[in-house]
């Protein structure tokens, strides 16, 4: 399985991103993103499930970031808006099981 993730960019504080994750099969329950700001471990930051009925979020992007799917392209979005200098990472995708990984994709929040 591969994992593509696009969509990444520079964006003032409060502006918006999407960013994709384009799956080339499903491995496990569904997809999710991470992210990895410089000097920081990587940290989870949403998943969601194949039905896209089930979704979760870490506390500092609940109501500002949107996970989403679309089972018949096997691709998951990430809408974040409002977004914050703090959110500036590069953002990962991966299966569920974790055992598959995208590229990355840079996000830069400029205050």
């Known amino acids: 399985v591969q994992l593509q993730a696009s969509g990444g960019g520079l964006v003032q504080a409060g502006g918006s991103l999407r960013l994709s994750c384009a799956s080339s099969?499903?491995?496990?329950?569904?997809l999710s993103w991470f992210r990895q700001a410089p000097g920081k471990e990587r940290e989870f930051v949403a998943t969601?499930?194949?039905?896209?009925?089930?979704?979760y979020y870490i506390d500092s992007v609940k109501g500002r970031f949107t996970i989403s799917i679309d089972s018949a392209k096997n691709t998951a979005y990430l809408q974040m808006n409002s977004l914050k200098p703090e959110d500036t990472a590069v953002y990962y995708c991966a299966d569920k099981g974790q055992r598959f990984w995208g590229q990355g994709t840079q996000v830069t929040v400029s205050s």
């Open positions: 969601i499930n194949w039905n896209g009925d089930i979704t």
């Open positions: 099969g499903r491995t496990s329950a569904g």
